[in-house]
């Protein structure tokens, strides 16, 4: 079983709708949760990042996450041209960051 | 503020060769890491440095050695490439183990 499972996508969406990205993960120990933003070529940045159970909004981004169902989300409201790229669901667990494969997500005008 | 660097940018090896890729980080970070992206696998961890003096293996460390210079840099070497080591590296930095890692822009390893 892999550590974090993403749903690879693509996933489309139209402007201004909401993206909806979902990650799982294995350990029960785990105990931070991220999200990166990679396009094509370039190298991951961070969009957020959240520690305990609940929403954490910022801007247009809000991250979820459910400990006791093992499950990260990250909600992106009017979603925008720019928006389009891979995002990535990072679990760090005893000093570890696993990384899931991605969702790919594009963002039709 | 440079942040993360990397260098080279790409690099095309033959089979057994060596090369040695440098990471440079100038944030105070106590803490760096290096990653490679494979498609469809996702980025793993290689080494890590929790702190200067320290390195630790992660998830695919085999035909890879590291040095941690001092706070600064951190290198990754590889003894005799091989073609499974045809990858994007990833160099990364944090203030400590289980903060964000802000990573550099990455090395286009070629091996043939």
């Known amino acids: 079983q892999k550590e974090v499972e993403q749903n690879s996508g693509p996933l489309s969406v139209p402007e201004g709708a909401i993206a909806s990205l979902n990650c799982t993960y294995s350990?029960?120990?785990?105990?931070?949760f991220f999200w990166y933003r990679q396009y094509s070529g370039k190298s991951p940045e961070l969009i957020m990042f959240?520690?305990?159970?609940g929403d954490k909004e910022d801007g247009r981004f809000t991250a979820q996450l459910n400990k006791a169902s093992q499950y990260v989300s990250l909600l992106i409201r009017d979603s925008q041209p720019s928006d389009s790229a891979t995002y990535l669901c990072?679990?760090?667990?005893?000093?570890?960051?696993?990384f899931g494969t991605g969702t790919r997500l594009t963002v039709i005008p | 503020n440079a942040g993360v660097t990397q260098t080279p940018k790409f690099q095309v090896l033959k089979t057994g060769q060596s090369m040695t890729l440098q990471c440079a980080q100038d944030?105070?970070?106590?803490?760096m890491y290096w990653y490679r992206q494979d498609p469809g696998m996702g980025l793993r961890l290689i080494y890590y440095?929790?702190?200067?003096?320290?390195?630790d293996k992660g998830e695919v460390p085999n035909g890879y050695n590291v040095s941690r210079l001092n706070k600064r840099e951190f290198s990754l070497r590889l003894e005799s490439a091989a073609p499974s080591q045809t990858s994007v590296y990833f160099c990364?930095?944090?203030?400590?183990?289980?903060?964000?890692?802000?990573f550099g822009p990455g090395t286009r390893l070629l091996v043939l």
């Open positions: 990364a930095s944090s203030v400590s183990i289980r903060e964000t890692q802000y």
């Open positions: 350990d029960r120990g785990s105990q931070s």
């Open positions: 959240i520690y305990s159970n």
């Open positions: 990072a679990v760090n667990r005893n000093s570890n960051l696993f």
């Open positions: 944030m105070n970070h106590n803490s």
């Open positions: 440095s929790a702190s200067e003096g320290t390195t």
